[in-house]
Every structure is written in C-alpha cells, then in structure tokens.
C-alpha cells in the first residue's frame, strides 16, 4: 500500500491522457464508455467477496482503462500482472476501511479534496473537466469517492501502523541528502508555435505549406514587437494545444527538457524579452520570455511534507505486508473471479520463492556467524 494515491493517480491519468487526445484530435469530447460497453457485454460481476465490502468487475477495469490509458499515451506497456496488482491495492484499500475511524476518515478527505482542486486547475472549466470524465466512464462523484476511499485507507493504515515522522527524522535526512534538494536555474516562457509537421504522422507539410507558415510567424513577431498581446496572439494562432488558452504559457523548466534549439533562446532572453524566430523539429516558434529563477536549494518548509511522505512509505515497505496479510485472513477476503485467483496464487507464489532465494542468497553478517 503506497502512500500516494495510487489507483485514483491511474484514474486521473486517464482523464488527462482523454483530455490530450481531444486536443490532439480537435474534439470536444464523447459520449462513448468504455466501461459501459464492457457492462453491456459481460455484465458486472462480483470478483472479491470480504466481510463487510465485495468488489465488482468495474471497480477493476475503470483504474485497468485510465492506466492503459495513460500508458498507451506515454508510448509504454503495463507490466505483466498489473491487473492482479490493481485488484490486492483495491482489496488492501478495503480491508483497511474497515478499519478506518472517524478522524482518518476526516484526514482522507481532507487529502482527496486537495487532489481533486489540483485536478480541476489542468482544465479551463469544469465543463471541459465533466466532458473528460465522461470520454472514461467516469463523474465528478466517482472520482472523489474513489480518490477520498484510498485517502482514508492511507491515514487508517499510518495509524495501525504507528507512523509517524517527526520534525527531527525530516530535518536529519535534509541535512545529510542536500544535493537532492538543489533546484537548478528555471526558465520560464510563453511561446507561439506553427507546426510543419503533421502531428500525428510526424511526416513533414508541404514545401509550400512550411513557406507560408514562416511568413506568418515572422508576421506574428512584428505585430508583437509593435505592442501587440503576445498571449491573446498565441490564444488565437498558435498550435501548441498544450499551451493554446494559456496564451502560450509553459510551466518553468531547468535545461534538459526542450529541444536544444529552444532551450538556448529560452534561457538566452531576459525578462519580457521577444527571440527571433526559432526553428525545431516541431516547427516554427517565437517566445516571450516571463523571467528566469536562478539556482538554489529549496528550503526544507516546502518540502518537508515530501520528505515527511518518503520516509513514511519506507517504514510502511517494511511493516505492512504482513499487517495486510493478516486483515486479509481477518476479513475473509476470497477473489471469486476464476482467472483472477488463478493470476493472484501465481504472482503470490513466485514473489515467496523470489523472497526466500534472495533470504538464502543475502550473506551473514561475520558477528552473527561468529555468534553461532
């Protein structure tokens, strides 16, 4: 069980990977489901039984749809037994439910709120943000209420558990880790784009088609080289959908994550500056440079939550999968689904004999042989 919010991070993901693929797609969005689709196909049964919850088929498949989701968008392949993965997390969360109180289940809530206000600000109106979550099968009500179960989970877990991280931990592994906290120099820039590619074959356009998008960004920058609203001009021109109505905008970045041909005029240009014309593999861009933040080390206020959370799921690593095993037994859980029980027995046996192998293949501390 991860201190991160895993299975509703799977679900956000493939709100964000639908979001992307209507931009890219120039859609508003769908009234297809493809969980529905699976529900009028199969039905939905029950595949986990335990003492006080049971767990459906589409509990499984809708955070199954937004990590394929999300996956196929990065371009990568789940691994092997992810689903049997999945349906232990989404078992753990329950068994632990049970055991939550009324002060967890006021810390998860609190925790699944913040992460729902942080999702909503990816999106220009909650319109936009319902239309996305429809595209997966899913409304506002599921997403929080699945986000707030594994919240609540999470705090009932810490504190079976007993974990708890001190200031004292937190400043102490600060202090002896300083290079991870070192910031490096940030740009910060809004930008206009003109594709000369096709975006999704990546083939190049038309000779002619590329000449006249060079006029028109050259156009571009002379109309705001004349006091014209770079913003509302990358609002209305640019082909950059992840930036569009953002007027451009791009979140800070050190060097490293743009192509070379950008990054240089991002970090060469000073604060409201105009670059010329810049050609990448994408196309043709001008920037507007918002400021540059110079390298230092962030200050231990802003991220000892961070911190606080690593050390937290360390402990957890050690401590809860036989705490989890237990309320498993506890609980009578039982995966009445015929493949997923067969799947679970396999996984749960390799991982025993992969334990004991590396049990039998970790050497003896000379004090302990000494001491036999």
């Not at 809530?109 to 992460?115: I, L, W």
């Not at 039982?334 to 396999?346: G, H, M, P, W």
């Given at each position: 069980m991860k201190l991160?919010?895993?299975?509703?991070?799977?679900?956000?993901a493939?709100?964000?990977?639908?979001q992307?693929?209507?931009?890219?797609?120039?859609?508003i969005?769908?009234?297809?489901s493809p969980?529905?689709?699976?529900?009028?196909?199969?039905g939905?049964?029950?595949?986990?039984?335990?003492?006080?919850?049971?767990?459906?088929r589409?509990?499984?498949?809708?955070?199954?749809?937004?990590?394929?989701?999300n996956?196929?968008?990065?371009?990568?392949?789940?691994?092997?037994?992810?689903?049997?993965s999945?349906?232990?997390q989404?078992?753990?969360i329950q068994?632990?439910?049970?055991k939550?109180?009324?002060?967890?289940?006021?810390?998860?809530?609190?925790?699944?709120?913040?992460?729902?206000?942080k999702?909503?600000?990816?999106?220009?109106?909650?319109e936009?943000?319902?239309?996305q979550?429809?595209?997966?099968?899913?409304?506002v009500?599921?997403?929080?209420?699945?986000?707030?179960?594994?919240?609540?989970?999470?705090?009932?877990l810490?504190?079976?558990?007993?974990i708890?991280?001190t200031?004292?931990e937190?400043?102490?592994?600060?202090?002896k880790h300083?290079?991870?906290?070192?910031?490096?120099?940030?740009?910060?820039?809004r930008?206009?784009?003109?594709?000369?590619?096709?975006?999704?074959?990546?083939?190049?356009?038309?000779?002619?088609t590329?000449?006249?998008?060079?006029?028109?960004?050259?156009?571009?920058?002379?109309?705001?080289?004349?006091g014209?609203?770079?913003?509302?001009?990358?609002?209305?021109?640019?082909?950059?959908?992840?930036?569009?109505?953002?007027?451009?905008?791009?979140?800070?970045?050190?060097?490293?994550?743009?192509?070379?041909?950008?990054?240089?005029?991002?970090?060469?240009?000073?604060?409201?500056?105009?670059?010329?014309?810049?050609?990448?593999?994408y196309?043709?861009?001008?920037?507007q440079?918002?400021?540059?933040?110079?390298?230092?080390?962030?200050?231990?206020?802003?991220?000892?939550?961070?911190?606080?959370?690593?050390?937290?799921?360390?402990?957890?690593?050690?401590l809860?999968?036989d705490?989890?095993?237990?309320?498993?037994?506890?609980?009578?859980v039982?995966?009445?689904?015929?493949?997923?029980?067969?799947?679970?027995?396999?996984l749960?046996?390799?991982?025993?004999?992969?334990?004991?192998?590396?049990?039998?293949?970790?050497?003896?501390?000379?004090a302990?042989?000494?001491s036999k």
């Open positions: 991160k919010l895993i299975l509703s991070a799977a679900l956000v493939g709100v964000l990977s639908a992307a693929a209507t931009q890219n797609a120039g859609v969005g769908t009234n297809a969980i529905d689709a699976q529900k009028a196909l199969f939905d049964p029950v595949i986990v039984k335990g003492k006080g919850f049971e767990l459906k589409s509990d499984l498949d809708q955070v199954l749809s937004g990590a394929k989701a996956a196929a968008a990065q371009g990568q392949m789940l691994p092997q037994d992810f689903d049997v999945i349906l232990n989404l078992i753990t068994v632990l439910l049970q939550a109180t009324d002060a967890d289940r006021a810390v998860g809530k609190t925790e699944a709120d913040d992460q729902y206000g999702l909503l600000q990816r999106f220009r109106t909650q936009a943000f319902d239309r979550l429809e595209a997966v099968g899913m409304t009500g599921d997403l929080r209420a699945k986000a707030t179960q594994e919240a609540v989970a999470k705090a009932a810490k504190r079976e558990l007993g708890a991280i200031d004292e937190a400043k102490d592994y600060y202090n300083a290079a991870e906290f070192e910031q490096p120099e940030l740009a910060h820039v930008h206009i784009l003109l594709m000369t590619m096709d975006p999704t074959t990546r083939t190049p356009l038309l000779t002619n590329i000449a006249a998008k060079r006029k028109q960004i050259e156009d571009l920058r002379k109309q705001v080289l004349a014209g609203d770079f913003a509302a001009l990358a609002k209305q021109f640019s082909e950059d959908p992840g930036s569009k109505e953002n007027g451009g905008e791009l979140p800070e970045f050190p060097r490293g994550q743009m192509v070379p041909e950008f990054e240089s005029a991002a970090f060469t240009l000073t604060n409201n500056q105009i670059s010329d014309v810049i050609s990448t593999a196309g043709f861009h001008i920037l440079s918002l400021g540059k933040k110079a390298a230092q080390k962030i200050a231990y206020p802003e991220v000892a939550a961070d911190i606080k959370d690593g050390l937290s799921r360390q402990k957890i690593a050690k809860a999968p705490f989890v095993k237990k309320l498993r037994s506890d609980f009578s039982e995966i009445v689904d015929s493949n997923l029980k067969a799947n679970d027995e396999r749960q046996a390799a991982q025993e004999a992969a334990a004991k192998e590396a049990a039998l293949t970790t050497p003896v501390p000379a302990a042989e000494n």
